[in-house]
């Protein structure tokens, strides 16, 4: 059994608590936040132990979860590394590339686990068609929400953008090769809503739109190849696809996308699970630091897009 904690539980670190809390292979050691009110609250909730500071930890756990904002990733994720912990660490990976790069060295010379929590890896309709996406010609993603309760230290594009770019790395396997991005701030002073066009050597484009002002939530992905469409609904579980033989004669009755309604999982625990089962196995996981450093590189050529333009 692993020892655990959670680093940060506000709105999501409370979550990440409840899913440590109930695996057969955890043992909760504790949880951290700097309103010491607010972890005695979600420990006795998971029945654990409330810790002032992250480095009361060291020598009582083997793997945590770091959900605290993103300007401290760095700072706290690193001691831990040290020590030799097991980190799950909350996307974006870190607020710069030069504190992302220095913590997959890190992780890698001490081998081990750093996971980045881009958790629409882990959504049933992905893993359900994750093979069968093979050399897209279009990618469309949206993804809209309403303005968070929780507070955000990050624009949309590190706070809900990034998401996408992950799942169009996973898919396309490469770094695009010329972007493109427009944004407006509408709530904050940071940019609320942007949309954004990659281009990538083999000559696939990705379309994504990230969104915190709006009345409802969506998450949907729409994937273009030779012969196959889908249409993949993150938040209701459900997809369409429509598989055709290439370049062969079609009939109208051919054109009917098939409509497939999944059973919808609990992402966060099985991210975690996956987590868990990483470090017990010596196995890769399936969203590494260099998946979480390549998709911050591409927030940031967006990021200074916005700046320049």
């Known amino acids: 059994m692993l020892r655990t904690a959670v680093i940060g539980v506000g709105y999501l670190g409370r979550f990440h608590a409840q899913k440590y809390a109930q695996l057969a292979n955890s043992e909760l050691v504790g949880v951290v936040d700097s309103d010491y009110t607010r972890a005695t609250v979600v420990a006795k909730e998971t029945g654990t132990r409330a810790f002032k500071n992250h480095e009361d930890l060291l020598g009582k756990v ?106 169009v790395l996973a898919v396309t396997g490469e770094l695009p090769i010329k972007v493109d991005c427009t944004g407006v701030s509408i709530l904050t002073p940071l940019t609320d809503l942007a949309h954004a066009r990659l281009v990538f050597p083999d000559g696939c484009v990705a379309s994504l739109t990230a969104s915190r002002v709006s009345d409802k939530a969506e998450r949907k992905m729409r994937i273009f190849q030779n012969g196959l469409y889908l249409s993949l609904d993150f938040g209701t579980g459900q997809a369409r696809k429509l598989q055709v033989n290439f370049l062969s004669e079609l009939s109208p009755e051919d054109l009917q996308p098939e409509t497939l309604q999944l059973e919808r999982g609990d992402d966060l625990l099985a991210e975690i699970a996956d987590f868990l089962e990483c470090i017990e196995q010596d196995n890769s996981p399936q969203v590494s630091a260099k998946d979480g450093r390549r998709a911050l590189q591409v927030a940031w050529q967006l990021k200074d897009l916005l700046v320049t333009n």
């Open 62 to 167: 083997d793997a945590v979860s770091i959900v605290v904002p993103t300007v401290h990733h760095h700072q706290i994720t690193r001691p831990l590394l040290e020590a030799g912990i097991h980190v799950l660490l909350e996307k974006p990976i870190a607020s710069t590339l030069a504190e992302a790069e220095d913590l997959e060295k890190l992780a890698s010379q001490q081998q081990l686990v750093l996971q980045i929590g881009h958790v629409q890896r882990y959504n049933v309709v992905f893993k359900e068609f994750r093979e069968s996406i093979q050399q897209p010609k279009f990618i469309e993603n949206l993804r809209i929400a309403p303005f968070p309760k929780r507070g955000t230290d990050v624009d949309v594009i590190l706070d809900l953008m990034i998401h996408d770019i992950d799942l």
